[in-house]
């Protein structure tokens, strides 16, 4: 577009039709200015004898500036005159004309933006231009008919669209560049001075800066034609890019293949040196060597242990025995104590007696002459029966206290029972409320099976869902663990359950942080003391591979593999707390026995569970204390069922206690009212014996001399003595036996310190052993330890090794795919010493350019489609080119002319536009030149207003406004005959000048209207235009001044008449 536009600046012979020659020149100049005047008079060599393409036929506004709806008015297609006064619209119609043909805000010196233009209250602005497209250099005549109409709407954003619509009312197109194109062709330049002058550009026209400012309105052209040289030099950057890009991704496909290689000499250069490390063979080896020295070392030790253990073991029956006969030994050395210390009782008692009764016969025998004979006899015969009485109620007393100490016995034992009692009922008790809370769980876990770990597990697991779905953690924990495995065998529940223990109700967490939420969380559900385990071990999606140090049977099973375990993380977890690949599960206690304990247990077998739950190590043997699984149990109606049968007969257990507690407390209050009864019987007793003595010896102290019955005391003192000597001779016998007895004793006693101290030295010398024993038995362990995790850690290499094979091979492969990719994208190989990240982000830099440039210059596709093209073109030339080349010599010669005249012609140009200004000025009768600097790029102006004052002015700043607006008017009707412009605008032209220069001026664009009738003007002028000739070819629009409620304006056309017809 550019260059087009230059060449109607700078070669008006190119114009379209032939019009007929038109000279109205002064006759008083030189015949070279004639000839200069003739040429600068002249019209093009061809054009139409009317205005075909690119006038303004109509124009129309709707709230643009201050008027919200104006127009449509038509224009002729020459001489335009609008005319009105200030504010009536002349400028809004000139305005909206640059505005509307796509032209700057700013070009119109009424506002910085487009929104400044819509109207005040108002959200858009429309503009409708109407130009005509009629004749051969019409634009796209098939699409658009003999007019085009170019409506723009203005947004408030100050945006603003485009619709070209045909003749007929279609839309065309909605494109700015179909408009640049249309403008284009028809050589429309609204933001050019020369095509049309605004008002303000009008005053400042001539009074710009410098003459550079001036020459520069004449290189517009120019400039436009450099940018879109700049244009093309982008789109061949932006191919550069390209072909950078593509060597780029050249280099890429190669540097990858460079990188995958490197990467495979590593890998490869790692599986020869793992290869070559013998140390972990030869400390196995070691190692080996040292579990079979030490395995024995404790054989050795186990065998000596044994040897000493069966004495001591041969010697326990002995002992056991010899304390029974020890204890039964002395039980009869404290019985026959007891006998013989009753007796020296009973002798000392019959001893005092004896003394009593010869003190008595004496004292009978020396008042036996004082005392009367009948009284004597009543004493005697009253003492007589005090005694037997006395006597009697001693034996009472005897008889009650040994019944006293069997009810006390009695008492002992059966507080005993009822303690034992108490105790077995509470221990039944609890275990009933144990068996009621796990028959209430079963019954829950029948609708859900969460309850089994305890009530508050669904609550509790629900609580964790939602603090997951609230981002609390980062990995949901998993939990219980026993709710996530199944055994397959129900027959090894209970043995899974004893193994797993406390791990079946833990849970699992992925990091710390989530244990400790985790922990929080669990402090709001479960008591203290109560709650289960909590296990951190990093989730992963694979269970380990234990195939190198699980247990291998092929008739038991491993806990790992009698369990079904969806989730690999439940998995790993319980391999890593319990080691569950290594533990074997074996029914039957005997046959776990045979396995573990009589042979070597099998390779990587650390211990086995039998079916009742007994734990089997390879020395050691424990019991379990369940009877039935508590919580992986799967016939939950045959649980249900045991529990309540073994209710029932905890039931009848408890009652059976209850009763017996019963009768035990009951005999116990008899047993506690016979002691008693026995107590106070024994108290009267007592009594009885103090007043029967004392009435004894008030009868044996009576102060009468009656004679007492000396014969009756002295048969008892004999009776008396009798006993004493049986009871002597019963205390001798006594004395002898209870003297073998603990002879006996102490033979029992000695031979039991004997065999005591027998085995106490067989103790002593199996405690050293047992110590050796332990030490040998940790050695061993120790041992196989060592042993295992060096066989663990060569089992690790032999599958890193193989790891890093079965990688190299993928790597391998990999590589050839990739080379074969990378001769796919470019046959050879290439070195590339730069890495791919600095590669892809180069390419990522030049991507972003392209597409930037894309962006601004435009579809990046088009470039290249026409590039194609014009390189197809070129390969076809290209076979021309030889055939052309001796041509060469002569276009430089034609090009060289072309110089020559094109210098000419720029001159002659010069020299048309100065001598038409010059001429121009002569008519008002002032003088003035203009300078062309073609090399400086400057252009210089000077205006004398009279030619007899020669030095009066130079400088057109200090004309006065009528002088400057003439000289304005002569300048822009130089330029206009040297340019070329379908319609050309001016905006108070005649404003400052008076009526002589205002006449003149007048004249002379009517002059120039009637030279060049294949051109349109508008001219808009606040004054009044009733002077003007009659001639069709002149067309006046006046516009009347609007009330202030009126909306629209209305327009009157003048036709070969004045404005006031």
């Not at 070129?874 to 002569?890: C, P, Q």
Request: glycine share 4%.
């Amino acid at each position: 577009m550019g260059k087009r536009k230059e060449e109607s600046v700078l070669t008006p012979g190119s114009q379209k039709r032939q019009r007929k020659e038109h000279t109205d020149e002064p006759s008083d100049e030189s015949d070279e200015e004639e000839t200069l005047e003739f040429t600068a008079n002249s019209g093009p060599s061809s054009q139409s004898s009317d205005g075909e393409v690119g006038i303004i036929e109509s124009i129309q506004l709707k709230n643009f500036m201050c008027h919200s709806n104006l127009g449509p008015f038509q224009f002729g297609s020459n001489l335009n005159f609008v005319v009105g006064t200030n504010g009536s619209g002349k400028s809004s119609v000139l305005t909206a004309l640059i505005v509307g043909l796509g032209g700057k805000a700013t070009a119109t010196n009424r506002g910085s933006s487009l929104k400044m233009f819509i109207q005040k209250g108002e959200t858009s602005a429309d503009i409708s231009i109407t130009l005509r497209n009629q004749g051969r250099d019409a634009f796209k005549p098939e699409l658009y008919g003999t007019s085009i109409t170019v409506n723009q709407h203005i947004n408030q954003d100050g945006s603003r669209t485009w619709k070209l619509k045909s003749k007929s009312g279609t839309i065309i197109s909605s494109k700015k560049e179909e408009l640049i194109g249309i403008l284009d062709h028809f050589n429309i330049q609204v933001d050019n001075p020369v095509s049309v002058l605004t008002q303000e550009m009008s005053k400042q026209f001539l009074q710009t800066k410098n003459e550079g400012d001036k020459y520069k309105r004449l290189e517009e052209l120019k400039q436009l034609y450099l940018e879109k040289k700049e244009t093309f030099k982008t789109i061949t950057f932006v191919n550069d890019m390209q072909n950078r890009l593509k060597d780029l991704k050249h280099q890429m496909a190669w540097a990858v293949v460079s990188e995958m290689e490197k990467e495979v000499e590593l890998l490869k250069e790692g599986v020869r040196a793992e290869e070559g490390n013998t140390e972990l063979p030869q400390k196995v080896k070691e190692c080996q060597e040292k579990v079979n020295e030490a395995e024995k070392k404790y054989k050795a030790i186990q065998d000596k242990l044994i040897t000493v253990s069966e004495e001591a073991q041969a010697l326990h029956p002995q002992c056991i025995s010899l304390k029974a006969e020890v204890q039964a030994k002395r039980k009869a050395v404290n019985e026959a104590e007891i006998v013989y210390n009753r007796s020296k009782t009973e002798l000392k008692r019959l001893e005092k007696d004896r003394e009593q009764l010869h003190k008595r016969i004496e004292e009978l025998k020396s008042c036996a002459n004082q005392d009367s004979e009948p009284e004597k006899l009543e004493r005697e015969r009253r003492i007589a029966y005090l005694r037997e009485q006395l006597k009697a109620f001693h034996d009472e007393e005897i008889m009650i206290s040994q019944q006293l100490d069997q009810f006390q016995q009695a008492t002992s034992k059966c507080r005993e029972d009822h303690s034992r009692l108490r105790r077995e009922s509470s221990e039944v008790q609890q275990a009933l409320d144990a068996q009621q809370k796990q028959l209430r769980d079963l019954k829950d876990s029948k609708t859900n099976t969460l309850k089994r770990f305890g009530p508050y597990v669904p609550a509790f697991l629900e609580a964790i869902e939602v603090a997951h779905k609230q981002g609390q953690f980062r990995k949901k924990p998993l939990g219980p663990l026993g709710a996530l495995i199944h055994p397959k065998d129900p027959e090894l529940i209970l043995a899974i359950e004893c193994c797993l223990k406390s791990l079946l109700q833990a849970f699992c967490c992925d990091n710390h942080s989530d244990e400790r939420t985790l922990q929080s969380l669990m402090s709001k559900y479960y008591p203290r003391g109560h709650r289960p385990q909590i296990i951190v071990n990093k989730f992963q999606n694979k269970i380990y591979d234990t195939s190198q140090r699980a247990v291998h049977h092929p008739e038991f099973p491993t806990v790992l593999a009698a369990l079904e375990i969806e989730n690999p993380v439940v998995a790993n977890c319980l391999i890593d707390m319990r080691g569950i690949e290594t533990v074997l599960l074996i029914k039957v206690s005997r046959r776990a026995r045979e396995i573990m304990q009589c042979n070597r247990p099998p390779r990587n077998c650390r211990e086995a569970f039998t079916a009742e739950g007994d734990q089997v190590f390879e020395r050691r043997y424990y019991s379990s204390i369940f009877v039935r699984p508590k919580f992986l149990s799967q016939d939950v109606e045959a649980e249900i069922s045991h529990l309540n049968k073994e209710i029932e007969n905890k039931r009848a257990q408890l009652t059976a206690s209850q009763q017996r507690l019963h009768s035990i407390e009951n005999e116990i209050r008899q047993n506690e009212d016979h002691l008693c009864g026995h107590r106070r019987h024994q108290k009267q007793l007592q009594a009885k014996i103090r007043t029967a003595n004392a009435e004894i010896a008030d009868l044996e102290n009576v102060e009468e001399h009656q004679s007492a019955d000396i014969h009756i005391l002295q048969d008892e003192a004999e009776e008396n003595k009798s006993r004493m000597e049986s009871v002597k001779q019963d205390m001798q016998l006594q004395s002898r036996k209870m003297e073998e007895l603990k002879n006996n004793l102490q033979a029992a006693e000695k031979k039991l310190e004997e065999v005591k101290e027998k085995i106490h030295q067989v103790e002593e010398i199996a405690g050293p052993i047992k110590a050796e024993l332990n030490q040998a038995e940790s050695e061993v362990e120790n041992s196989k330890r060592h042993l295992q995790h060096y066989e663990d850690k060569q089992r690790e290499h032999v599958a890193c090794i193989k790891k890093h094979k079965d990688l190299l091979v993928s790597k391998e492969k990999e590589l050839e795919e990739k080379t074969a990719k990378a001769r796919q994208i470019f046959s050879e190989p290439i070195k590339v010493s730069r890495t791919v990240k600095s590669l892809d982000a180069e390419m990522n830099r030049l991507r972003e350019k392209i597409n930037l440039e894309s962006s601004h210059r435009g579809n990046r596709e088009e470039i290249i489609q026409q590039f194609q093209y014009a390189k197809e073109r070129y390969e076809d030339a290209s076979n021309k080119v030889k055939n052309l080349r001796r041509f060469i010599g002569v276009l430089d010669e034609v090009m060289a002319e072309r110089l020559k005249v094109y210098r000419q012609f720029l001159r002659s140009l010069s020299m048309r536009c100065k001598l038409h200004f010059e001429h121009l000025l002569r008519v008002r009768g002032c003088s003035g030149h203009i300078m062309f600097d073609h090399k400086n790029e400057t252009l210089s102006i000077t205006v004398q207003p009279r030619e007899e004052e020669k030095a009066a002015c130079s400088d057109l700043r200090s004309l006065s406004g009528g002088e400057r607006s003439f000289s304005t008017v002569c300048f822009i009707l130089s330029l206009w005959n040297i340019s070329e412009s379908p319609f050309r605008c001016m905006d108070e032209f005649d404003v400052y000048m008076d009526m002589v220069n205002r006449r003149i001026a007048i004249d002379m664009i009517l002059e120039r209207a009637d030279f060049q009738p294949y051109r349109q003007f508008i001219l808009f002028t606040p004054l009044s235009m009733s002077s003007l000739p009659m001639s069709p070819h002149i067309h006046i629009l006046r516009m009347p001044d609007p009330p202030r409620d009126q909306r629209a304006l209305t327009f009157q056309n003048r036709n070969d008449g004045d404005e006031d017809q």
